[in-house]
């Protein structure tokens, strides 16, 4: 059959009726998304907060934060925590399903388990957006979240503003995570990813056009190269994955035959996702909180970590930064992936490797691809998230350097899995030529 070019393939998914109205069902909820974005929240200077953002340098503290809502921390928006309290919830319920045997066992009863586990990561979300709102709006009151503005952010220091503030900035992650559910239900793709994906992409113009402005059309075009160079490792790396052979043994279950088929384990080279970047810049951001509430501190101890562990520049932070990236990826990927498990799964319905054994020898096989693959992952992750510490260090882009680890990962990562969904749809119409 003849192959469409991609742009054709666009077209025909806005021809399909169906798919033509989840396509614009997810630019509606992303529209609003972004709106609510811009909306401040009750009781904020608004003239006050842009004067100090256009002389603002952003600090280590407060970029991963504002990374995920699309600048609205800074702002002070509605929306001004983002997705971060809903990214920080999940996790920490993945964590827990390990250690706690009621999750576990809620996690192994299917979807019903899994719409269990899925309220409590609501509960959770809005308990720590009660938290970081909270944080947010008292370093709002004290001129902190601004480094460097001495005008007043809040019209009001009263502490009726103060409940008011926070209660709508809780209220607006609440929102957040139903029009999320909305997407996933019925638009197209992961609603949360969307989000986050929208977020990220919302701050790209203005740090392309800030690097443009500070430094240049050369430092312009030699930071696009790079960043487009990035862009095609992650991807090629997004996609690399060992495939692992299974076989299954013919059984006879009452008069049916079942099994003899062959399928395969996918072992993704980045097995781990974004979630050690984010755990190693949280636990790095720690130590910078601290310094922050204690900025005339004498202490030996704050005065290391303030001259080493805050600002991202140093040789210090950055060796840190990038051991424990390869640690959290170990862990993470250690408490995703059982090996034992996955063995007792082949086992009890007629599994197996080609030239191994089920059972034992089939788990240690398992645990040695996975350790042998996590490794290069995990290198990749580190180096990847490095490129904007040392892009500050080298070319000096003023905290503004667009092509940031992290937002290339989840660039990709989201962009690649929603055009995936939207090709399998197609596909489903006899459509093609979408990923061609």
């Known amino acids: 059959m003849k192959e469409e070019p991609v742009l054709g393939a666009f077209a025909n998914a806005f021809r399909t009726p169906d798919l033509r109205k989840k396509l614009l069902f997810v630019l509606l909820i992303v529209t609003i998304f972004r709106l609510g974005s811009q909306v401040p929240t009750p009781g904020v200077h608004v003239a006050n907060v842009q004067a100090c953002i256009s002389q603002l340098e952003e600090g280590g503290l407060y970029s991963l ?8 921390l800074l702002q002070l928006t509605i929306f001004a925590l983002g997705i971060m309290p809903y990214i920080t919830a999940s996790i920490i319920l993945q964590l827990l399903v390990v250690v706690i045997p009621r999750l576990e066992a809620l996690k192994k009863e299917g979807q019903a388990g899994q719409a269990k586990i899925t309220q409590y990561t609501r509960y959770l979300t809005l308990g720590l957006a009660v938290l970081q709102a909270t944080g947010i709006v008292a370093l709002a009151r004290n001129k902190a979240l601004l480094q460097g503005c001495e005008r007043d952010l809040l019209h009001d220091d009263g502490t009726g503003t103060f409940l008011v503030m926070v209660v709508t900035m809780t209220a607006g992650t609440a929102v957040i995570m139903w029009l999320g559910e909305l997407i996933t239900d019925r638009g197209i793709g992961n609603g949360m990813s969307i989000l986050i994906f929208t977020q990220v992409v919302a701050t790209f113009p203005a740090s392309l056009w800030s690097v443009q402005t500070s430094k240049g059309w050369v430092v312009f075009g030699i930071v696009m190269v790079i960043g487009l160079i990035l862009v095609a490792g992650v991807i090629f790396i997004e996609q690399a994955q060992r495939r692992i052979p299974v076989q299954y043994a013919r059984r006879m279950v009452g008069r049916k035959m079942f099994g003899g088929n062959s399928t395969y384990i996918p072992l993704k080279v980045n097995q781990a996702g974004i979630i050690p970047v984010i755990f190693a810049s949280s636990l790095l951001y720690l130590p910078a909180m601290a310094v922050q509430f204690n900025p005339e501190s004498t202490n030996p101890v704050l005065d290391f970590i303030g001259t080493y562990l805050v600002g991202g520049d140093h040789p210090l932070y950055m060796l ?3 051991l424990l990236i390869i640690f959290f990826t170990y862990f993470y990927v250690s408490i995703t ?10 086992k009890k ?3 197996f490797i080609p030239g191994i054994r089920a059972g034992k020898p089939t788990e240690d096989y ?20 490095l490129v904007p510490l040392v892009a500050f260090a080298m070319i000096g882009a003023n905290q503004n350097f667009p092509f940031g680890g992290t937002s290339i990962l989840i660039m990709v990562g989201v962009a690649l899995d929603t055009v995936k969904q939207i090709e399998s749809q197609l596909q489903q119409r006899n459509y093609e030529g979408f990923l061609k």
């Open 320 to 322: 840190s930064y990038f």
């Open 366 to 385: 398992l645990s040695y691809v996975l350790s042998r693959i996590t490794f290069p992952g995990a290198l990749y992750l580190g180096l990847i998230s």
């Open 349 to 351: 319905y007629g599994g």
């Open 65 to 72: 934060i504002n990374l995920f809502s699309g600048g609205a």
């Open 337 to 346: 992936f059982n090996p034992v498990e996955v063995a007792d799964n082949m």
